[in-house]
């Protein structure tokens, strides 16, 4: 363990926080940017395609605007039909599934810190670009560049994944977790609500340089304040630094770190029941984020600025009940009153059947806009579990390979990301309410087959597979290394 700097010593004094809520902190606004720039085009779209008109055959199945509203979307001129849009919207998700498994990698062999905020300075840097695509080369362009985006934000869950197992002890894992996930939710309504707000008053333009800006400024006080792991950080406070060591133990790096068990991890079932819930919560989280303003605006009827808002409410509550379920489920592991196992099991169970129900049930509200809102509120609220439930599982199964297994199941959950988008936009051509009820009807299968396969299979402990020390270690293991060394060479010299 390397000696810590005076100067850092002296420097931590004037810190009252400790280190890893810091960290926590900065993480869960690194994913809050992250998905701030991920979702601003879902509201954007809505005012560069040209406004579909209903036709006298669908007209019963697209409701009609409403007279308290400020007027409808008006829409803009780039005629781009649903298919395209879909693909449009779903390309930031090819790039965005290639950069999982590297980002892993790197992020456990050389630390977090700069994996994930390059990969965040990237993103925000193609979002900048973003208008400058749009207005010089179309939808071609512009399908570029989301590409690029995705292949920054990639690397973002499997860094906080290797971050949070080398900074936050095991009986802190699910408030400082769901804190740090919950920057998802939290940039979602973000996005939606200020992406209504700015485009309604400055133009389509303003939210992409207003966004990407954000992104810049968080990566500069990141690389200021945040460090790979506590013993590398230089004015981290002594007593901080001695606990998380004690709790958590040294995590080794570069060619210290055992090469990655992949066949082991390949071939574990409790690593395909979490691979599943990804794809049942990916599948319906990314039709919600990506379509749900579309949906808003074609179906509902709703202004651009109504939609910003009505957009973002289901996901103020997910954030709400995402920090409150991880509170929850470390009182219920803590008190004994579940299993680690059974804790996820629940979590993820919720936040798979609930929001299955109450999303099929909005496409069946019809018009009525006030219960469609609260019925899709309620659906992304009970979708917040998640992040108590299997959205910690790679953590407690491997904290030394958490970013490969972060990698393997964020990855190919986003692969839904691509096909999720682009699906909807083939299922409603018209974008008539009876379309999208069948869009809901397939994400409650998908949702409830695989909440089920995780609820069989899944695991809270640590796997087999996980092969370096993971045991609190409350000793200096370089001193006992040293004292045993010694003690061989005071053998080996009285032997002679």
Not at 113 to 125: F, H, N, Q, R
Not at 299 to 326: E, H, R
Not at 357 to 375: E, K, N, P, Q
Not at 427 to 442: G, K
Request: proline share 5%; hydrophobic share 45%.
């Amino acid at each position: 363990m390397t000696q810590q700097p005076q100067w850092g010593i002296s420097l931590s004094r004037y810190f009252c926080i400790p280190q890893r809520v810091i960290l926590a902190i900065m993480g869960f606004l690194a994913i809050l940017n992250a998905y701030t720039m991920r979702v601003c085009l879902s509201q954007a779209i809505t005012v560069l395609v040209v406004k579909k008109n209903s036709t006298d055959d669908d007209s019963e199945a697209i409701c009609p605007p409403d007279d308290l509203d400020e007027g409808t979307s008006a829409g803009g001129n780039f005629e781009w039909s649903e298919e395209l849009q879909g693909l449009i919207l779903s390309s930031f998700y090819i790039g965005y599934i290639v950069t999982h498994i590297p980002g892993g990698l790197l992020a456990e062999k050389f630390g977090g810190k700069w994996t994930l905020g390059l990969g965040i300075l990237s993103t925000a840097v193609f979002t900048l670009l973003t208008p400058l695509a749009i207005n010089k080369g179309d939808s071609d362009w512009l399908i570029v560049t989301r590409v690029l985006m995705g292949l920054g934000e990639g690397t973002t869950f499997p860094a906080l994944s290797v971050l949070l197992a080398a900074w936050v002890p095991a009986n802190e894992r699910g408030k400082l977790g769901a804190l740090v996930l919950g920057g998802g939710q939290v940039g979602t309504i973000m996005g939606n609500l200020l992406s209504g707000v700015f485009i309604d008053a400055y133009g389509w333009e303003f939210v992409f340089y207003f966004f990407g800006g954000l992104g810049v400024v968080w990566f500069a006080i990141f690389i200021f304040l945040c460090y790979s792991d506590p013993t590398s950080h230089p004015f981290i406070k002594p007593s901080e630094r001695e606990y998380l060591v004690k709790e958590i133990g040294t995590i080794s790096r570069n060619e210290d770190l055992p090469p990655t068990p992949w066949k082991a991890i390949l071939t574990n079932l409790p690593m395909f029941a979490l691979v599943a819930a990804q794809i049942g919560h990916d599948w319906g989280f990314y039709i919600m984020v990506t379509d749900l303003p579309k949906y808003m605006a074609d179906v509902l009827q709703f202004s651009i600025k109504a939609n910003g808002l009505y957009s973002s409410l289901p996901y103020i509550m997910m954030w709400i009940v995402s920090v409150g379920s991880g509170f929850v489920a470390d009182w219920m592991i803590r008190s004994g009153l579940m299993t680690t196992t059974n804790t996820r099991k629940v979590m993820t169970g919720l936040a798979a059947f609930g929001p299955a129900i109450f999303m099929v049930g909005a496409s069946y509200a019809g018009c009525d806009r006030v219960l469609v809102v609260v019925l899709f509120t309620i659906c992304m609220g009970l979708m917040g579990a998640y992040y108590a439930g299997m959205k910690l599982s790679p953590l407690d199964m491997s904290p030394n390979y958490a970013g490969t297994l972060m990698a393997i199941t964020n990855g190919i959950g986003a692969i839904t990301g691509v096909i999720t988008p682009y699906l909807v936009g083939v299922m409603t051509p018209n974008a008539s309410l009876l379309e999208w009820r069948l869009v809901f009807w397939v994400a409650f299968a998908v949702l409830c087959v695989t909440a089920v396969v995780y609820c069989i299979w899944a695991s809270g402990e640590v796997q087999p597979f996980n092969n370096a020390p993971i045991q609190p270690r409350s000793v200096d293991f370089e001193a006992q290394e040293r004292k045993v060394d010694g003690e061989k060479s005071k053998g080996l010299e009285q032997s002679s």
